[in-house]
């Protein structure tokens, strides 16, 4: 006998897969969104004028890069209620991403700074410009552009990232085809259209990102270095 494929089982499962592709973007987006400004505090903290202060940061980011993120979702949400910080699995799950992210792109920060020459520095320092007005004004709109492509990697290992949540009962992609499969006794079509999402959200994100970059450049009127 021929193996029956069933297509109609596809058909079924369709909108739930959509539904919980839904809940993957919006766990993606929203815990990416935390990661960035997290980034930002995180790499402010490792360049402050106190030590100590730069250290404890500098250590906080290296732990962070080196230890699971699995381990730090069930860090925040299985833990965290112990020291009195009690989080729904949306909030502890957008947290530990948030965090987790944050630290990696505390270092893609770091490139794009270093990215700026250093005449630019000195200029602002000669023209005696204030920390905010040199940062804001002068050396972030220099050193974003540089930080893009770092940025986009990381969105996309958000991307697949997300279905660690699922151990904290976040309802997202993976979890809810695993969930079909087991329901429908067939496991090849919610993990093959649930892994088509995945590529064409991930495709969708970088072209987007690459031509943010694009439009940045141009406005700033950098090189783009890919041509």
Known sequence: MGFDWQWDYSIEILPALLHATINTVIATFAGFAVAMVLGVVFLAGQRTRYPLVSWLFREFVEFIRTTPLLV??????????????????????????????????????????????????????????????TYLGIILPQAFPPCMPGISLYLVGCFKDTPVLSVIAVTELLNTASVLGTMTYRYLEPYTIAGLIFLVLSLITVACLSMAERRLRKMLGLPDHRH
Do not use: D
């Open 72 to 133: 730090q979702v069930f860090f925040v949400f299985y833990v965290g209620p112990q020291f009195g910080v009690l989080l729904s699995p949306w909030v502890a799950g957008m947290t530990a991403i948030g965090v987790h992210y944050g630290a990696y792109l505390s270092e893609v920060y770091r490139g794009g700074l270093y990215a700026v020459p250093k005449g630019q520095w000195e200029a602002c320092k000669a023209l005696n410009l204030s920390p905010a007005r």
